[in-house]
């Protein structure tokens, strides 16, 4: 609808249409840009390229850090996900459907991730595990252990958000007419509750994933000799050289996150959740 | 199918009424409707009926059976939800099986009674269809076999036709009527449209407020209302306060004589004359008991509305449009005319200002 051009544009419509084309480029030219690059034959980035060529993704494949920091990264991710999903959405539903005193108190605690720096957050996490360590006397700075705790930070917030939206629009009475045909309260929530929080809890899965798995600020204080996540590892790389292996790796996350987007989508229509 | 019985019953929120000392029974295969404004506690006797509000104080019971305590999926009701509540990711057989399968029937015996239940609202060939993908007529259809296919002890109606357009409603106001005799249904509706009230239930309440103002078959609410609230509310009505002058005659506070036989059983603080238009006869001239003078004339196609004005009191008769030549036909605003009716039908009642 955007592109069809039919008949004559008012110059609101024309100056809306151009806008929005050139959001979506600012938003997309970094992303092409950085997937391009990573084909460039050269080593210092000039247009145009003297050859295309894959030895940036073959010196990334020889480096160990990076395919140890995805498969760290992706254990991250996995975890955190695990555990803050389902812990959110046990919040999403105290918050919603609870009936006590201080649930708005509750929602913005859980929220408050979102609206913290991730570096602040991070250097408070440290300081909290080395803390922790001399009381409990046990690792937790630069143990997998401890990366995933800090990140089930990221995934509570973005599924309370989304649980939350989700359950407020639900109708009440598809459960009442559940429990009216015979289903008790646990039926209820089994049958009839949770298949219609569904979409709202696989966004949920589907963006505490991606905010794990991409994190850098919050995770670079916590990471240790061997867990090390692979935004910290291309950092890492970064202060060494600077040649599009990054660029390789990075299309590589790229297609990742956008591979996982398009696989939860054909289970839930994301547009309609987000 | 069961008795329903509800004893003063009462639900308070916080201080506000909702429901106030209710007393009704549902007599076995009845139909029962609750008639009455937006907020008069329709709804709330409903939900305490199917046990979704635990009521303040009295009781409901099935047959006898105290179910007051009893949650709501162990009362047996079948209730069909003003917005349907249909289950948005299960079919329509699905949702029609669902209550068969909290039964423990199994897969075999549930498909056979899911089919004759959609066979019973026409819907066999939608059976698979998503909630979504029926239209609002054929979505109350699926509302209502899967609530009868469990064969309910009560059956519990709230608005179920106030999401359909007209048209469809009078259809399924019969097929709804139809299948209730027909499976000889206890029924509790919730309605506050009067049409659907009269048309369809054998007795009705009219509630206001939280308290029932009136119980009785739509004939005798709509001939022999209480009060000026319930007469207005099941039908058009004149409402002139006034006093009894004598045993013959109603004086209205402007002063107009209006005919009208005590026949006994008036409420003492009977302080208003309630007539339906439909029963007032018009002559033209002034050679009647009650003239007066022709302010407006509607045509509302099969009959015709006459205002007719005495001093600053107005009253309103409905007759069958009159064919050219009757001698209604000529008649004109301004005209003088006398109004005449039958001393037995005008009631008496309290009108309490509100
Ligand atoms: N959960 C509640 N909390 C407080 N007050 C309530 C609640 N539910 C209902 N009420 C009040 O109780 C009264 C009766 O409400 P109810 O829903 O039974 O009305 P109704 O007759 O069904 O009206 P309508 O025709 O508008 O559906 C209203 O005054 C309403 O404001
Ligand atoms: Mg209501």
């Known amino acids: 609808m955007l592109f069809r051009f039919t008949g004559q544009l008012s110059f609101g419509q024309f100056a809306v249409r151009t806008l929005i084309v050139v959001a979506y480029a600012v938003i997309f030219a970094p992303v092409v840009m950085i997937v391009v690059t990573s084909f460039f034959a050269q080593e210092i980035v000039s247009f145009p390229p003297p050859g295309l060529s894959l030895k940036w993704y073959a ?177 890492n790389y970064l202060e060494f050289r600077i040649d599009p292996t990054l660029a390789a790796v990075a299309t590589v996350q790229i297609m990742l996150v956008g591979l996982l987007m398009v696989v939860t989508d054909r289970f839930v229509k994301l547009s309609r959740v987000v | 199918m069961a008795q329903l019985i509800i004893e003063k019953l009462t639900k308070r929120f916080g201080t506000s009424i909702g429901v106030e000392g209710l007393d009704l029974s549902v007599n076995e295969g009845e139909l029962v409707a609750l008639l009455g404004p937006s907020g008069c506690g329709k709804t709330t006797t409903l939900r305490m009926v199917a046990g979704f509000l635990p009521p303040t104080s009295g009781r409901v019971l099935f047959d006898r059976e105290d179910v007051t305590q009893l949650p709501a999926y162990k009362r047996a009701t079948g209730m069909v939800f003003q917005s349907y509540a249909l289950f948005p990711h299960m079919s329509a057989a699905d949702n029609v099986g669902f209550g068969l399968e909290m039964r423990g029937l199994n897969a075999a015996e549930r498909k056979t009674k899911i089919e004759e239940a959609l066979k019973l609202v026409r819907l066999s060939h939608l059976a698979d269809r998503l909630p979504r993908q029926l239209s609002g007529g054929q979505q109350q259809r699926v509302a209502l076999a899967r609530a009868l296919v469990i064969n309910p002890r009560i059956f519990l109606l709230d608005e179920p036709l106030s999401n359909l357009d007209a048209k469809l409603r009078a259809e399924v106001r019969l097929e709804i009527r139809a299948l209730q005799q027909r499976l000889g249904l206890t029924t509790l509706m919730v309605t506050h449209d009067r049409e659907e009230a009269l048309t369809m239930a054998d007795r009705l309440v009219v509630m206001e407020g939280g308290r029932v103002r009136q119980i009785g078959t739509p004939q005798e609410l709509y001939d022999s209302p209480v009060d000026a609230f319930v007469a207005d509310f099941v039908g058009r009505c004149n409402i002139l306060p006034g006093r009894r002058a004598d045993e013959r005659q109603f004086r209205t506070s402007g002063g107009l004589l209006l005919p009208v036989d005590v026949i006994g059983g008036e409420r003492d603080d009977a302080n208003a004359f309630a007539l339906r238009p439909e029963r007032i006869d018009i002559v033209p001239g002034d050679a009647g008991e009650v003239r007066g003078r022709v302010q407006a004339i509607t045509y509302m196609g099969a009959q015709t509305e006459y205002v007719v004005a005495f001093g600053d009191e107005t009253l309103v008769a409905v007759r069958p449009t009159p064919d050219a030549g009757e001698p209604l036909a000529a008649l004109k605003p301004n005209d003088s005319v006398s109004l005449q009716w039958d001393r037995k039908v005008p009631r008496l009642v309290p009108q309490t200002s509100s």
């Open chain 1, 59 to 235: 010196n990334a494949l020889s480096k160990p850090e990076f395919l140890r920091g995805l498969v760290t990264s992706f254990q991250v991710a996995l975890l955190a996900t695990a555990i803050g999903v389902p812990l959110g959405t046990a919040a999403a539903l105290a918050i919603v459907r609870g009936e006590f005193r201080g649930r708005q108190a509750l929602s913005s605690f859980l929220l408050a991730p979102l609206a913290v720096p991730g570096v602040v957050a991070g250097s408070g996490l440290y300081m909290f595990y080395v803390l922790a360590e001399d009381l409990l006397d046990r690792d937790i700075k630069a143990t997998t252990e401890g990366l995933v705790a800090a990140h089930t930070l990221l995934a509570i917030p973005w599924t309370v958000r989304l649980v939350v939206a989700s359950l407020q629009g639900l109708d009440r009475a598809a459960e009442e007419a559940a429990a009216n045909l015979g289903a008790s309260p646990f039926t209820v929530f089994r049958r009839i509750t949770l298949p219609m929080m569904r979409s709202g809890i696989v966004a949920a899965a589907m963006f505490s994933f991606i905010q794990s798995f991409e994190n850098l600020d919050l995770s670079m204080l916590l990471v240790g000799p061997g867990r090390i996540t692979l935004p910290v590892a291309m950092l």
